[in-house]
């Protein structure tokens, strides 16, 4: 590594010799040095070798000294110090970050069958496009003693979420899976039960009520609903409820007892598939 004044005077040919010599030395190491060569003029490029391990390439533009990359010869790299300085990721076939990937406001958009790959470069996500999409996940975090959730949202009203497995394969749940139970209120002698929000139902009674026909069914559905009686309520049922031997069970309609029901859709009525009745509320 050499620098030099880029000066060659007069002289006799050994000493011309060697001062030529040291011009091309200087050229062949990119003008490497601890400070600027003494030659230097607007444009020259040097090679801060201040630390022998990453020196820094810079530019002098006459006055002061830019600094444009270091060169880090344990990694191989070069790191470029100016954030609007871009590389061609096309023809780098094993990028790597060196930080946090941050979207800035943007997307990240994933080709159609393609996704995640764990690294020994198996698939581990791989996403399914859809033309026209409107609907999609929303993955939130929490914050303690908050559970973090997955829900589907876009542009339709109503927009569920769907599992699949393939084969014989099945779903499997590691700890308790529940259907949140929600209260059913009446109005008007009658009870609305929309099956889609409250599946899992209770109803403390105020009055003789009708539970009328339930509202979102959906073939195969399951619903359950708990009957607190808060005082010797009559209960009375909608027609597309059948219990059975198609006779409704007499209830127990006595303050302080509870009944519990369940039905199933068939995608025509609600047919009963279980009851439990004259229970002690608690």
């Not at 030529?20 to 230097?40: D, F, Q």
């Not at 993955?139 to 959730?149: G, L």
């Not at 006779?247 to 047919?271: C, E, H, L, R």
Request: glycine share 6%; proline share 3%.
């Amino acid at each position: 590594m050499a620098q030099h004044d880029y000066d060659i005077a007069n002289q006799s040919f050994p000493a011309f010799r060697t001062d030529l010599n040291g011009v091309l030395e200087a050229i062949n190491t990119s003008n490497s040095g601890t400070s600027r060569p003494s030659g230097a003029v607007a444009g020259t490029i040097w090679l801060d070798t201040t630390s022998a391990t990453t020196p820094t390439l810079k530019y002098y533009d006459g006055a002061d000294d830019i600094s444009l990359a270091t060169l880090d010869h344990s990694a191989n790299t070069v790191n470029w110090l100016d954030s609007s300085v871009s590389f061609d990721i096309v023809s780098d076939l094993s990028p790597q970050l060196g930080g946090n990937l941050d979207t800035n406001s943007h997307n990240i958009a994933i080709d159609d069958a393609h996704g995640i790959l764990d690294e020994n470069s198996n698939e581990q996500l791989i996403f399914q496009t859809t033309a026209s999409a409107v609907n999609y996940l929303e993955v939130t975090n929490s914050a303690t003693s908050n559970n973090p959730s997955i829900s589907a949202t876009g542009s339709d009203t109503n927009v569920g979420i769907e599992f699949s497995t393939k084969g014989t394969g099945a779903i499997k749940f590691n700890d308790l899976a529940y259907i949140p139970q929600q209260a059913l209120t009446s109005s008007s002698n009658a009870v609305a039960w929309d099956t889609q929000a409250k599946p899992n139902a209770y109803h403390l009674t105020t009055e003789n009520t009708t539970f009328s026909a339930p509202t979102n069914a959906v073939e195969g559905a399951f619903i359950c609903v708990e009957i607190n009686y808060d005082g010797g309520h009559s209960i009375a049922w909608n027609t597309i409820f059948e219990f059975a031997s198609s006779t409704a069970p007499t209830f127990t309609s006595a303050d302080g007892k509870t009944d519990i029901m369940v039905f199933k859709y068939n995608g025509a009525i609600w047919q009963e598939v279980g009851r439990t009745l004259n229970l002690s509320e608690s």
